[in-house]
Antibody
Framework: QITLKESGPTLVKPTQTLTLTCTFS??????????VGWIRQPPGKALEWLAL???????RYSPSLKNRLTITKDTSKSQVVLTMTIMDPVDTATYYC??????????????WGQGTLVTVSS | DIQMTQSPSSVSASVGDRVTITCRAG??????LAWYQQKPGKAPKLLIY???SLQSGVPSRFSGSGSGTDFTLTISTLQPEDFATYYC?????????FGGGTKVDIK
């Protein structure tokens, strides 16, 4: 059974760096084809993809946020970490991590964490 | 970036109705289109991937079609548990992009 869970601060101040951890079980990030992505959703708004890391350490980022994002993996801990620098109130959102669906050439997400709401405010 | 445009943004329907949601891509995405369902306060749930492949466990009343730039999600017979917001997502190229969502509510 695949599960993912996000953890990190619920409140950050403007200009601070956000660090979110996705702890997963039921799969390994050493298996060919596996990937974990981050997606966010501001309150009442649509989903926005942020980043994706693959089993082979290939990393993809949203161009609009690329300079602020870093995604890493720790396979021994079954964790993926997302850092976002220079946080701003517009970054207030629920942040999700999700498992990339296997057995398809497209990047889509079949298992999601419950999400964690991050508020940016002084 | 490939812009994904959904229509309508909201639809009011009754249990038993047939509901169709459209997603248009700003450029061709081949068949790399997915649909998600999201209920308030919950994470999105994958319904369909690669245009028409049903995710395991998803009822057969959900179906997808299309290719290139125009795609459709159809709910053949709306059930009470289907009232939610639906999003399309293209997986043809990075950055991955989502549509703005279609809210299906009770008429």
């Amino acid at each position: 059974q695949i599960t993912l869970k996000e953890s990190g601060p619920t409140l950050v101040k403007p200009t601070q760096t956000l660090t979110l951890t996705c702890t997963f079980s039921g799969f390994s990030l050493t298996t060919t084809g596996v990937g974990v992505g981050w997606i966010r959703q501001p309150p009442g708004k649509a989903l926005e993809w942020l980043a994706l890391i693959y089993w082979d350490d290939d990393r993809r980022y949203s161009p609009s946020l690329k300079n602020r994002l870093t995604i890493t993996k720790d396979t021994s801990k079954s964790q993926v970490v997302l850092t976002m620098t220079i946080m701003d109130p517009v970054d207030t959102a629920t942040y999700y991590c999700a498992h990339r669906r296997l057995d398809t050439a497209m990047d889509t997400f079949d298992y999601w964490g419950q999400g964690t709401l991050v508020t940016v405010s002084s | 970036d490939i812009q994904m445009t959904q229509s309508p943004s909201s639809v009011s329907a009754s249990v038993g109705d047939r509901v169709t949601i459209t997603c248009r891509a700003g450029q061709g995405v081949s068949s790399w289109l997915a649909w998600y369902q999201q209920k308030p306060g919950k994470a999105p749930k994958l319904l369909i991937y690669a245009t028409s492949s049903l995710q395991s466990g998803v009822p057969s009343r959900f179906s997808g079609s299309g290719s290139g730039t125009d795609f459709t999600l159809t709910i053949s017979t709306l059930q009470p548990e289907d009232f939610a917001t639906y999003y399309c997502q293209q997986g043809n190229s990075f950055p991955l992009t989502f549509g703005g969502g279609t809210k299906v509510d009770i008429k």
